[in-house]
């Protein structure tokens, strides 16, 4: 979003002699999502707030399963700086440990996600005919199905393991990735560049992840940015029904359980992580629609 | 029209079949059975449970014996936690329930959502427009289990309007539904604004409001048909994410409904109560995924029934 200042649109005010050195369209990108000031604002957040948590329970005097007996519920204090939890345990330290947790499960379920989503709608997209009808059918009838039970059910029965948390996540949310990318394919599939490429002789999978995913990248990274946010809602959403992370590991969705249990004397408990899960999640989502602006994709649905 | 919904009806016929099909043999291979938590089970009683429900017999035979009580009565069987309830009965027990928290969800999310969406798209780029905007930001990053919770924190137990659990009166209907409704409000807002600023620069609102139609008119009679489009595509996924949500408010605010069965009977390995919920929520997510295909078709004749 550009405030109505007087600042003008880039185009507006550039002159013939400017356009000679030209900026690489990522270049060109990083300066419009400069001006985003929400999108900043969360690329700030996500970046203080991982480094916080990958390096805030180095330096903290209690563990994560630390308990104390003698100092259970206490309030934010001075040595304690948000309170402890009911077993005693110091709440930021948790916190921030729960949060390596929760990025972790966000990144690697994505990253699962990524990987099938895009080598599904590559193969659909380039392929195209019948496979590709079949393909995206199917893409189709998956969209339609209660997919969280399936994660649900998975989670309950072959034991509550993270590896797999992150394979059932990721399992479930490549279906919008594979959509855009076969989309993209299919966008620059009858360029002249990949002809040229297939008259060098060169194989389909090398044309498809060297020729054609480096072209489609901005869709991908801001389909990937947009997905961490939904992925790390499911986490704690399975945590929070018991289902996903486990005690005495901590979470997101562990603590905020763990708050809302007890909201009605110790609110600490469910006010800080609730906020910090919903800061996350905002900053996340801000700096996905500034970089889809910024590298001006549209809603490439389908 | 008519073949579009008899295609669409027929394609359900192999989903179905391969949801069932594979619930069904995930729930058998997994370690672990129904009985195994009961206490002291002596091998008599086991083989007599097993044999009530029909465990003993070989898997293929268990398979179709359960895919014909399905077709031909549609009975999805007892449940094996509590031996004297069928799934049916379960299921007609705790419904009710649910449908009602969803059918209330749905309902404050759409007279929200389009409402708020509305007037930001008409006063855009006003204080008005910025307020809903950022309140339908809000809506969308807060989750439900933590907006659940504090709206219990505040209009239950420190303001004391509203009941913070159960499902007797209207006052305890209040929160659940809120909490359930306002993430999709939240959703439904952004879309209608997004849709009717698109269709409101369009040459045919310019042609209405020569013709001199009020305002009132140009919005609720010719903008509105186009600008709600994409917030009917997005009912679908909106519809199954109210329904899959009811687990997470149901077990807050402990009422009575078939989500709340739902995540129990998977913790208590209660093998028929879990397939049968989950063949309910499967054809119940299909149903109203084609409901909304065929509205969305009936609102824009671009699109046609293929």
Known sequence: ?302 | MFRFIARRLLETIPVLFIIVTATFFMVRFVPGGPFDSEKATTPEIRANLEAYYGLNLPLHRQYTNYLKAIVLHGDLGRSTKYASRTVNEIIADKLPTSLELGGLSLAIALVLGLSAGVIAAVRRNTKVDYIVSSFAMTGICVPTFVLGPLLVLIFAIHLGWFSASGWYVWQDRVLPSLTLGIVYAAGIARLTRGGMLEVLNQDYIRTARAKGASEARIIFRHALRGGLLPVVSYLGPAIAGILTGSFVIETIFQIPGLGREFVNSAFNRDYTLVLGTVILYAVLIISLNLVVDVVQVWLNPKLKFE
């Open chain 1, 1 to 302: 979003m550009i405030s109505p200042s007087s600042e003008k649109l880039p185009s507006a005010n550039v002159a013939p002699a400017q356009l000679e050195h030209g900026v690489s369209p990522w270049l060109d990108a990083w300066h419009r999502l400069r001006r985003n000031h929400l999108a900043v604002f969360g690329g700030v957040v996500v970046i203080v707030l991982s480094l916080l948590c990958v390096l805030g329970p180095l330096f903290s005097p209690y563990g994560y399963q630390q308990t104390n007996l003698e100092n259970t519920f206490s309030p934010p204090s001075a040595s304690h700086w948000l309170g402890t939890d009911q077993l005693g345990r110091d709440l930021l330290t948790r916190l921030l440990f729960g949060g390596q947790i929760s990025l972790m499960v966000g990144l690697i379920a994505t990253a699962v996600a990524l990987t099938i989503g895009v080598i599904y709608g590559a193969i659909a997209g380039y392929a195209g005919g019948n496979l590709d009808r079949v393909m995206m059918r199917i893409v189709d009838i998956l969209y339609a199905l209660p997919f969280t039970i399936f994660v649900i059910l998975l989670m309950v029965f072959f034991g509550r393991d993270i590896k797999l948390l992150f394979v059932a996540i990721g399992a479930v949310e490549w279906l919008t990735m594979a959509r855009i990318v076969r989309g993209q394919i299919m966008s620059i599939k009858r360029m002249e560049f990949i002809e040229a490429a297939r008259s060098l002789g060169l194989g389909t999978p090398r044309i498809i992840f060297r020729h054609m995913i480096p072209n489609i990248l901005g869709p991908i990274i801001v389909y990937t940015t947009l997905t961490i946010p939904g992925v790390m809602l499911l986490e704690a959403f399975l945590s929070f029904l018991g289902l996903g992370v486990q005690p005495p590991m901590s979470s997101w969705g562990v603590l905020i359980k763990d708050g809302a249990e007890r909201m009605e004397e110790y609110p600490w408990l469910l006010i800080f992580p609730g906020t910090i899960f919903s800061l996350t999640l905002f900053s996340l989502n801000f700096l996905g629609d500034g970089l889809r602006d910024a590298l001006d994709v549209r809603a490439a649905k389908d």
